[in-house]
């Protein structure tokens, strides 16, 4: 079986920053692609990052250069870094952990960018 626990979210003005974490229990990590996804009122979940498990990431144009993921397979986390926020980067970001046909969320952690 597979927990994730995000943390990090929280309120934050136009152009500041925040970090995400999600930790994952379980001993799939460190075999499994890692992606963060968000979902804003009325809209669908979307993919914002993502990490396979060699380290290869691929983001949502909409984010390119100012997000940044990364993993610590050593703490079983995969980390958000997120800069230059705007106020339609506000939703609930959820983790995912995606190991062949199975995937795994967490239960999201909500980020509100003010303007």
């Known amino acids: 079986q597979v927990r994730l626990v995000e943390s990090g979210g929280g309120l934050v003005q136009a152009g500041g920053s925040l970090r995400l974490s999600c930790a994952a229990s379980?001993?799939?990590?460190?075999?499994?692609?890692m992606g963060w996804y968000r979902q804003a009122p009325g809209n669908q979940r979307e993919l914002v990052a993502a990490?396979?498990?060699?380290?290869?990431?691929n983001y949502a144009d909409s984010v390119k250069g100012r997000f940044t993921i990364s993993r610590d397979n050593g703490k079983n986390t995969v980390y958000l870094q997120m800069s230059g926020l705007k106020p339609e980067d506000t939703a609930v970001y959820f983790c995912n952990l995606h190991r062949n046909a199975d995937t795994w969320w967490g239960q999201g952690t909500q980020v509100t960018v003010s303007s």
């Open positions: 379980g001993r799939l990590f460190t075999i499994s692609a």
């Open positions: 990490i396979t498990s060699d380290g290869s990431t």
